[in-house]
């Protein structure tokens, strides 16, 4: 998954993802379950915090 349809990939999205697989592999239940994409970000955001232009440079601009 490559969110907001960023064309940026590399290894931090590998870790991200395998993290999110192993917690709902240990947990048995979706772990940010939403209805859209937006919605799934909002649940991100309210677990992670905001991004912020420094640890999303592109942020603002995919959104």
Request: proline residues 6%.
């Amino acid at each position: 998954m490559v969110f907001l349809r960023s064309p940026f990939y590399n290894s931090s999205v590998d870790m991200w993802v395998a993290g999110a697989i192993m917690t709902e592999l240990f947990t048995n239940q979706p772990l940010f379950q939403g209805s859209s994409e937006a919605d799934v970000m909002y649940k991100i955001c309210r677990v992670l915090g905001t991004p912020t232009e420094s640890t999303w440079f592109s942020g603002p601009d995919l959104a």
